[in-house]
Structure formats: C-alpha cells, structure tokens
C-alpha cells in the first residue's frame, strides 16, 4: 500500500457510496493519491455497532431517502431507488478483490458499472449470475466469474477485508481515511479534500 494513499471502504448497496465513488478518483488525482479501493459489508460492522440498515430505521428511514435523492439532483449523480433496497454485496464485492489481482486499472470501471447497474438500471447484483454479467463487460466470461463467487480463496479474502476494516474503526459507507485521519459520509468530501490541502487541521 502507497504511504499517502486514500483508503475508501464502501457497500454496494449503499448510495451514498455509490456517489462519493463518482468523486473520490477527482480528490486522489488533484493531490497525487492513489485511491485503494475496499470494498465491504457494512452487515459485518453493523454487527459490531448494534445498529440497523438505514432505511429499517424509523424515521431515519423516510428522511435518508429524501436525502439521497435530493444529493443525487444536487450533484447531478444519476440516481434511481431500487426495487431491492438493501442488497447483500457478498458476490460483487469478492469480484472485485478478484478484480484488484488480475486487472487492478480497471478496478474503477468494474466499480462504477456494478453501482451504476444497481442504482440506474435496477438490476440485482447481489445475484453472483447478475454480478458476473455486468463485470464480464469490464474483464473475465460470465462463467469464469460466477465460479468465482464461490472460490474459497475470494470468500476469504473478502471475510479479512471485512475484519480488517473493522479493526481500523470502519462503520459506515462511504468511510475514507486519509493520513490515519478516518471521515465518514459523502458529505465529508470537501472536509477530505480541505484536508489534503491543509496537510491536516
């Protein structure tokens, strides 16, 4: 891993991460940050913190997708509900770190077309048959990454990953850390940003 590299952790079935995802490569290239990008299941922190989906929350619920939806038009990140909302993100997420070892430059471009066909096109990715066809535009057969899904050494890596990103405070999506400093929500973007420019505050 790059010292000053950008650590962005998402879910799949998060929108917010799906928007800071359309941004966060724009903040790594204007300081000269490798972005890492980590994939994880926010099911696996909110074990941890005893805390619930957004959307199963009362109150919370109704207001975050006003929320989402008004962040979408604000930033003009194309953006539909699903009709499956949320979604287990285990298959796209192990593709991915698949993704990371065999073609890590088009990591972004295999992320942002799972995103995309969850949130514009409705499509269920959670599904390893709908997963690997969405990624077979990007690299690999539909055949050879539906097996994937099911590797052990995938299910592992992504169960470390998990584990890992606990361990250094990840709760929510999207969650960036940067210099060790951790920042939660799209909406820290620009505190990001501000600090990179900084060099901290």
Do not use: H
Not at 56 to 71: A, F, H, Q, V, W
Not at 95 to 107: C, D, S
Not at 165 to 193: C, H, M, N, T, Y
């Amino acid at each position: 891993m790059a010292a000053n590299a950008i650590e962005f952790y998402f879910d799949f079935s998060s929108p917010f991460g799906y928007f800071a995802a359309t941004k966060i490569k724009d903040i790594g290239d204007e300081f000269g940050r490798e972005i890492l990008w980590k994939p994880f299941m926010i099911g696996a922190a909110l074990k941890v913190t005893g805390g619930m989906p957004l959307p199963m929350i009362p109150l919370k619920g109704d207001y975050s997708s006003k929320d989402m939806e008004r962040t979408s038009r604000q930033f003009k990140i194309p953006y539909k509900v699903p009709s499956k909302f949320p979604i287990s993100s285990q298959a796209p997420c192990r593709l991915i770190y698949w993704m990371q070892t065999v073609a890590p430059e088009k990591q972004e471009e295999a992320i942002l077309k799972l995103y995309q066909a969850y949130f514009l096109e409705d499509l269920d990715i959670s599904t390893p048959e709908v997963a690997a066809k969405v990624l077979s535009t990007v690299n690999g057969s539909e055949e050879e990454l539906i097996a994937l899904t099911q590797d052990p050494a995938m299910k592992q890596r992504l169960k470390d990953e998990c584990n890992l990103a606990i361990e250094k405070g990840v709760f929510g999506s999207p969650f960036i850390i940067v210099d060790g400093e951790p920042f939660w929500g799209f909406d820290r973007l620009e505190q990001v940003r501000e600090w990179l420019r900084t060099g901290g505050f």
